[in-house]
């Protein structure tokens, strides 16, 4: 399908409530340079929506990060994230830009935003990719789990701008020094008339997002419904805290009331890529690996030998979790 209107892909630079631009964007840049290669060297553009004066401090980062065009809509109504005030900025902008791809990070924030974006454009939307891709015709080529995780689906879409989302921590960073002169456009706030139906009172965090913090944990010790009930899951905690880890779960023991959902890994979890992940009690279901097979090593404690973990695990041990974890805390704390 030959495209000789739309050009460029465009990222929504997705700011932090703290007021820092949130991982993911730098993770999509990284991946749309690779698709900009593939299309011919296309410019990578972000959008960035935020309170009066904001842009100022980040013009520095986007230059040093490649981004080609900032397009930012500055106005103190944006301070806090309105799914009517961004779903419009963004699609007045798609329609005067014309990008030919549009990358969004599926956060909360880009879950909410993305799709009303892509019905408002009457576009597709291929949701929590865990790659992307520039096929032989030069469109995109998103990949995502389907069929409960059983297949993976690479989807094209025939409209533009050609939409995905991609979970936080699904692609690597390759930090290179990319400086360009990054063009910085100031664009028009229209949303006087935009009805925004909802006003945020207050913002709490939850104890569990406090507490957990998966997305930059560097070892993550997981457990599985092997791990068969709370003294199970307080012997995890044991073990991880003596080496540094991050608690983390499967669903099997989220749905038996051992973990909170906020720590599950896996393809309705989180995604994370730990320097080490040690799965205990796991089987290794598709749809669980499908969430840590970036892990840089990955160890499995497992009583079954023939369980499919073992098949992507770096170390092994075959082993009663109830044995191996305290000899292990008894040789070394
Ligand atoms: C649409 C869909 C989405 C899903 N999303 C997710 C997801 O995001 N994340 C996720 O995790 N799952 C997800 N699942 C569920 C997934 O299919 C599996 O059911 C789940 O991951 C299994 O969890 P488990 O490995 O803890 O349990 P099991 O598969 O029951 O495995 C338990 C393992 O523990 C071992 N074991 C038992 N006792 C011991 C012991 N004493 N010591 C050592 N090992 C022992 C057993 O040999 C077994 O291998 C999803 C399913 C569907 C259909």
């Given at each position: 399908m030959p495209n000789n209107e739309n050009s460029g892909i465009l990222i929504y630079a997705q700011l932090t409530r703290e007021e820092y631009i949130h991982t993911v964007f730098f993770e999509l840049l990284d991946k749309a340079k690779d698709l900009s290669q593939k299309l011919g060297g296309v410019d990578v553009n972000a959008v960035f929506i935020s309170?009066?004066?904001?842009?100022n401090s980040f013009k520095e980062s986007f230059q040093n990060m490649g981004v080609n065009k900032v397009y930012y809509f500055e106005d103190d109504n944006l301070k806090n994230y309105s799914t009517e005030y961004y779903s419009k900025l963004i699609v007045d902008l798609v329609g005067v830009i014309k990008p030919e791809i549009l990358l969004i990070g599926a956060t909360n924030q880009g879950r909410d935003l993305a799709p009303r974006i892509a019905a408002s454009l009457g576009t597709g939307l291929t949701a929590d990719c865990i790659d992307l891709d520039i096929n032989e015709k030069g469109q995109l080529a998103a990949t995502r789990p389907t069929f409960g995780g059983q297949l993976m689906a690479t989807i094209l879409c025939?409209?533009?701008?050609?939409m995905a989302t991609v979970r936080p921590n699904v692609f690597k960073v390759h930090?290179?020094?990319?400086k360009v002169e990054t063009e910085f456009v100031s664009c028009p706030?229209?949303?006087?008339?935009?009805?925004?139906?909802v006003e945020l009172l207050e913002f709490k965090k939850t104890v569990e997002t406090l507490i957990?913090?998966?997305?930059?944990?560097e070892i993550i010790v997981a457990g599985g419904k092997?791990?068969?009930?709370q003294k199970g899951f307080e012997l995890l905690k044991r073990f991880a805290d003596s080496i540094g880890g991050t608690v983390a779960a499967t669903r099997g023991a989220i749905e038996m009331g051992l973990?909170?959902?906020?720590?599950q890994v896996g393809q309705t979890g989180k995604t994370v890529h730990p320097k080490i992940y040690i799965a205990c009690?796991?089987?290794?279901a598709v749809q669980h690996t499908v969430g840590m097979t970036g892990s840089e090593h990955i160890i499995a404690i497992n009583?079954?030998?023939?369980?499919?973990i073992f098949e992507i695990a770096d170390t092994g041990i075959v082993g009663d979790f109830f044995d191996v974890v305290p000899e292990y805390l008894e040789t070394n704390t």
């Open positions: 309170r009066n004066g904001l842009i025939k409209n533009y701008p050609q930090s290179v020094d990319d706030v229209n949303i006087s008339y935009v009805k925004n139906s957990n913090d998966l997305d930059s944990a092997g791990l068969k009930n973990a909170p959902a906020s720590i009690g796991i089987s290794g009583n079954d030998e023939n369980a499919p």
